[in-house]
């Protein structure tokens, strides 16, 4: 199975800041990756897709980039709703496996 | 809209058998492959296997191939996870999401599992 590491497992930031998650896969995966946003109580939802497609109805102050092996989320200027945890998803090859997630908290 | 819409929470003894399901809506239900994860309470985010509700094609992760039962009843637009005998480390959410060109892009909202004597 191919292997995602995700960093940071959390952090702190304040409303207005950019932040930055990664995503390093143990092999090549191409664009195959979706990075997901999950509150409390709530399934995850898919905020971009294929590395770099925001998904439809999802704020533009999210984008993701990269390929391969080394891909990122990134945040450009933190909103109250956005603390949550995210998590990737590679897709390339069965089975599908996540990253350990990501929580951002308030500072 | 796409809807995923998955059967409520279920409280077993280990050795209890379970079924759940995750009914769709509004999309072409045999045309797009349902997935199936898990949620540990940690957190930890696991995929079980896949079906599609067409033909009833299952593929399974390795580390759950024998331990859940995945099928579809697509005349009434729902898919199932099975287990035979639960064990307390089969406590966890279970989410159902379709899969949309290779990613998933509609999740269900959850059936929590707990397995306790």
């Known amino acids: 199975d191919i292997q995602m590491t995700q960093s940071p497992s959390s952090l702190s930031a304040s409303v207005g800041d950019r932040v930055t998650i990664t995503c390093r896969a143990s092999?090549?995966?191409?664009?195959?990756l979706g990075w997901y946003q999950q509150k409390p109580g709530k399934a995850p939802k898919r905020l971009i897709y294929?590395?770099?497609n925001l998904q439809s109805g999802v704020p533009s102050r999210f984008s993701g980039s990269g390929s391969g092996t080394a891909f990122t989320l990134t945040i450009s200027s933190l909103q109250p709703e956005d603390f949550a945890t995210y998590y990737c998803?590679?897709?390339?090859?069965?089975?599908?496996?996540f990253g350990q997630g990501t929580k951002v908290e308030i500072k | 809209e796409v809807q995923l819409v998955q059967s409520g929470a279920e409280v077993k003894k280990p050795g209890e058998s379970l079924k759940i399901s995750c009914k769709g809506s509004?999309?072409?239900?045999?045309?797009?492959?349902i997935g199936w994860a898990r949620q540990t309470p940690g957190g930890v985010l696991e995929w079980l296997g896949i079906i599609y509700p067409g033909d009833s094609d299952t593929r399974y992760s390795r580390s759950f191939q024998g331990q859940v039962t995945i099928s579809a009843d697509k005349s009434i637009n729902t898919v199932y996870l099975q287990w035979s005998s639960l064990k307390a480390s089969d406590t966890a959410m279970y989410y159902c999401a379709r899969r949309e060109g290779g990613s998933y892009d509609y999740w269900g909202q959850g059936t929590l599992v707990t397995v306790s004597s």
């Open positions: 092999q090549g995966i191409g664009n195959d």
């Open positions: 998803l590679q897709h390339n090859s069965y089975p599908p496996t």
């Open positions: 509004e999309y072409s239900f045999i045309s797009y492959w």
């Open positions: 294929a590395a770099s």
